[in-house]
């Protein structure tokens, strides 16, 4: 960029791109004490854009010394006011980032900064896309394209010493006002963005006039009035040896918006002026603050006198902050029993003009109060109606309250009333109950902004309702109800003669009671023990008496003592929640209320105590249904789904060898840009199957199944959309488990291992079945990796991926993955327990391909397994053999295949392996070998050289 200068380079900053505000302040200085003309610096601390802190103080200090400054604007955009410290301090030269359009970046921040409103960035220069040298990149890798400010601000450093070369005694604000006065004007974007224009080096180098870099219009408080017009000087120096007659012209004046300004805020009363050579003449800009605004212009105003003459053209940003009227908004937040919203409730109150606006959480004020500027606002509320009653633990009922927009004029206050909302409700062909609900909202304007959220609320919360008054006029605004819905888990529970009973179970999952059924109840106190034993809790149902909601103790002490379920009470009043565990506990556990647990005591001191109940433990179905709306949401709605209009799967549901129930979670998507969770722990059981029902059309669904949540893995579907009447199978955790390629939301699978360079790198690939890879659990998911070039190790990894150096010329590697599962998650994964994988290929530096994909294999197993994955203990039962690869490499066709098989992982038997069309087959005898364990080894080669030898312990049991 700069032939003949000589460079400094001062680290500040750590690899990953950290550094503390001493590391950049002594770098500064540094480079000051080194006499460097200019000092390129591409970093920023986005979190603080009033540019009143040390960083920012130390750059304009430091400018002030003689250097010209060259820093980059930041990455925050589109939003305004968003430049970063320590480019927002006025004496350095601030650069935005186009494309090579000349069109402003989306990310690129824009100005003006700080608290003085100081017009920034001065100049913009290209950074997208922008392909410079890797260090140590050789051939392909020798480039690399990157994107930011911080690619654009070395082109105007480099361009500084360019004019710094061509004039040696000019200081750095004279470079800088060279740069920025001989920028392209001609290009997109306001001056907010990109300040006087485009970088461009030779008008630069050979500018023969130049002006100040930024002219400072001040702040003008409301109400502004004629006596609020002012003039500011605008200097123009002739560098050259013959006088020039400039033309002037206000170009670009836009207001806060970026909409152009019609009005006359900044003006010129001359049309011309003549400058003498070396001389330096300055020329008088009128504004008038007062001048005709629209509402959305109020705020930071930006514009350009641009001089122009033959061979001359100078462009000098300026800015000045027009204050907007400001009216008092007030918003009233009420729940549905009148009172002040509190607990949960928040209310986000958003400016569409500015893209501006904050939430609250109203914590049971009795108003929230806002000082706004005229215009349009977009108004969003969730109420959480605590249950009624002194020290109530849960929430009654879930309210949204929306007004898409509002069109503030004047003080106004506004009541966001729950009372005032409809009940939102579901219907189905079957009998269900929601187990999670979300509603959720997304309000789009503009080309770039997008404001969404959501609030979920699980099984324990009796209504929903919702409100949505007025439409959006600018941009697009949705509601909508997310519903996940199963058979009800207690139809009916009731003391025989005596109260119907209204308890809350501790889980969704199997554990629970089912079917029809009856039992006496007995009062065990507590529930240790000792009482259970004395109240002959064997075949009966429990009343316990509890002091907080862990109940797991309790529940296997019942199951101990044989019972057939915990029902617990309390002295708090109000409805509560039992805990036994995320997957439920060892027996059926329900909480009541304090005074229905009073009831069920004095029914027992009167004598005994039948309780008879319908329930279902293990829904055979599941819904999962949307119903987004775009339009007013006025009374109440019951969403009515019928079986035939909705997509349909049936999925089986296999377990890792030990009956357990996963905790099944479900994800919506909207085209808008939304994106919806149920947050409530949901389970299924496995083995087991179910039917599940999607409502169709443009809402895509994806599910995640995990084993052993929080420790252990995630296994994660495909997103899709469901058409009606749509048919379709699943199958969870099938087939023998072990490494497979990662997949995208699409279900492809991705690249999981390449060659960039002389590196070679290798994906988390753990677990995963014939059509789902999961992502690694925290705890419960460990591993290593090695790689081993011609039988030498040459690197480690203490986790199941890394990365790892490797040199250019070809040679054989051997990469081993070792994985299993320990702690907590072990208890429920009783198969697959340790996988050692070994992928053998050869590999040399392509300087022609940016990645290689390396030819990894993953083998694949189909064995007669059955839901806790057992075989029969028989002889000559088959084991169909293949492999599945990944993005980066298409297998070939098997060549050779070996497996072995072993009852105690040490003494092994090599079954008989026959191929027939392409396809593998082993044939195991397990006969007479029930209730062992059963570990396989493979060895597969592909037509392509790629081998794999892998070794699954506890593969299957023999039934």
């Known amino acids: 960029m700069a032939p003949g200068a000589e460079l400094l380079s001062g680290k500040v900053l750590d690899d990953a791109g950290y550094g503390l505000d001493s590391w950049i302040i002594a770098g500064m200085e540094w480079a000051v004490e080194s006499k460097a003309d200019v000092v390129s610096m591409s970093l920023g601390d986005p979190s603080r854009t009033a540019c009143d802190d040390p960083l920012a103080a130390a750059a304009e200090r430091l400018s002030r010394q003689g250097p010209l400054f060259v820093i980059a604007a930041g990455n925050s955009g589109p939003g305004n006011n968003t430049v970063s410290s320590p480019g927002c301090a006025p004496s350095v030269l601030t650069v935005g980032a186009v494309d090579r359009d000349d069109t402003t970046a989306t990310f690129s921040s824009r100005g003006p900064a700080g608290l003085q409103h100081t017009l920034k960035p001065e100049i913009a220069a290209p950074g997208v896309g922008i392909s410079a040298a890797a260090a140590g990149g050789r051939g392909v890798y020798a480039y690399q394209s990157m994107s930011g400010t911080s690619m654009a601000t070395p082109h105007v450093a480099g361009a500084a010493a360019v004019v710094k070369q061509r004039h040696p005694d000019w200081t750095g604000q004279q470079i800088k006002a060279a740069l920025v006065g001989s920028a392209n004007t001609r290009v997109p974007g306001d001056v907010r963005e990109t300040g006087g224009g485009r970088l461009d080096v030779k008008a630069a180098i050979d500018t023969t006039v130049t002006s100040a870099p930024a002219v400072q219009g001040g702040a003008y408080n409301w109400p502004q009035d004629r006596s609020d017009r002012t003039t500011v000087e605008v200097p123009y120096s002739n560098l050259g040896k013959n006088p020039v007659t400039l033309d002037l012209a206000v170009e670009k004046v836009t207001g806060n918006d970026g909409s152009a300004v019609r009005g006359q805020v900044a003006r010129l009363d001359k049309r011309t002026v003549t400058v003498a050579a070396g001389a330096t003449v300055t020329v008088p800009l009128a504004l008038d603050p007062a001048a005709k605004l629209e509402r959305s212009q109020y705020g930071d105003v930006t514009g350009r006198v641009v001089a122009t003459a033959n061979g001359v053209r100078v462009s000098t940003p300026f800015s000045l902050y027009v204050e907007p009227e400001t009216v008092t908004l007030r918003v009233k937040l009420v729940d549905r029993a009148g009172k002040p919203a509190a607990g949960p409730s928040s209310l986000d109150v958003i400016g569409t003009d500015d893209a501006s606006g904050e939430r609250r959480f109203n914590d049971g004020s009795v108003d929230q109060v806002y000082r706004v500027r005229p215009g349009a606002y977009f108004l969003s509320a969730f109420v959480g109606t605590p249950d009624a009653g002194e020290g109530a633990e849960l929430i009654d009922s879930l309210t949204y309250l929306g007004r898409p927009q509002v069109e503030l004029k004047k003080d106004t206050t506004i009541v966001l009333d729950a009372r005032k909302a409809g009940r939102l409700a579901i219907e189905a062909d079957k009998p269900v109950e929601a187990r999670n609900t979300t509603l959720g909202f997304a309000r789009s304007w503009g080309d770039a902004w997008l404001h969404a959220g959501t609030a979920t609320g699980g099984r324990t919360i009796r209504g929903f309702y919702a409100s949505v008054e007025g439409r959006a006029k600018d941009g697009d605004f949705e509601f909508g109800s997310y519903w996940r819905a199963a058979a009800p888990l207690i139809s009916d529970l009731r003391a025989v003669g005596g109260p119907v009973l209204h308890p809350i179970t501790a889980s969704t999952g199997s554990d629970n009671l089912d079917g029809t059924g009856s039992a006496p109840l ?71 209320e304090a005074a229905e647990g009073r009831a069920l005591l004095a029914g027992l001191k009167a004598g005994k105590v039948t309780l008879s109940w319908k329930a279902t433990a293990k829904s055979p179905y599941a819904y999962s249904l949307a119903f987004p709306e775009t339009g007013e949401v006025k009374g109440g709605r019951t969403h009515r789904v019928r079986d035939r209009d909705l997509g349909q799967v049936e999925s089986t549901y296999h377990s890792m060898g030990v009956a357990a129930d996963f905790i099944d979670l479900a994800g919506a998507y909207r085209p808008i840009g939304s994106a919806v969770y149920f947050g409530g722990m949901e389970t299924v059981a496995a083995p087991g199957t179910r039917t599940e029902y999607y409502s169709a059309g443009d809402t895509a669904w994806d599910q995640l199944l995990s084993s052993s949540f929080p420790w252990g893995e995630f296994m994660v579907g495909e997103q899709r959309t469901y058409a009606k009447g749509q048919k379709a199978k699943a199958t969870w955790y099938d087939g023998i488990t072990g490494p497979v390629a990662p997949r995208d939301p699409a279900g492809k699978e991705t690249l999981a291992a390449e060659r960039q360079g002389n590196l070679i790198g290798f994906a988390p690939a753990m677990w995963g079945d014939s059509g789902h890879a999961a992502q690694p659990g925290s705890f419960g998911d460990i591993g290593g990796l090695q790689l081993k070039r011609d039988g030498e190790v040459i690197g480690d990894s203490w986790y199941p991926f890394g990365v790892f150096e490797i040199p250019a010329e070809e040679s054989r590697y051997e990469l081993t993955q070792s994985i299993e599962k320990i702690g907590p998650p072990s208890r429920v994964w009783q198969r697959s327990t340790a996988v050692r994988t070994t992928w053998g290929f050869t ?49 070939g066709a098997l060549t050779s295949a070996k497996l072995s098989y072993s009852y105690d992982g040490e003494n092994w038997t090599q079954a008989k392996v026959s191929e027939r069309g392409g396809r593998w087959t082993a044939v195991v005898d397990h006969a007479g070998s029930s209730g062992k364990p059963v570990s396989l080894m493979v060895e597969l080669t592909d037509a392509k050289g790629a081998t794999v030898t892998q070794t699954v312990a506890r593969a299957y049991d023999v039934r």
């Open 843 to 891: 590999s040399k530096l392509d300087a022609s391909a940016y990645s290689q994909g390396l030819p990894v294999l993953f083998p694949r197993y189909a064995a007669p397994l059955d839901g806790l994955k057992t075989v029969a203990a028989a002889n000559g039962q088959s084991i169909g053999l293949g492999v599945t690869g990944h993005a980066g490499y298409v297998p």
């Open 522 to 592: 007995v009062d065990a106190g507590s529930g240790t023990p000792e009482e259970l034993a004395a109240a002959g809790a064997k075949d009966a149902v429990v009343l316990v008496k509890a002091v907080d909601g862990a109940l797991y103790e309790v529940a296997q002490n019942a199951k101990a003592a044989g019972a057939k379920a915990v029902l617990a009470h309390r002295e708090a009043p109000g409805r509560w929640v039992a805990f036994t565990g995320y997957a439920g506990g060892a027996l059926p556990t329900m909480a009541i």
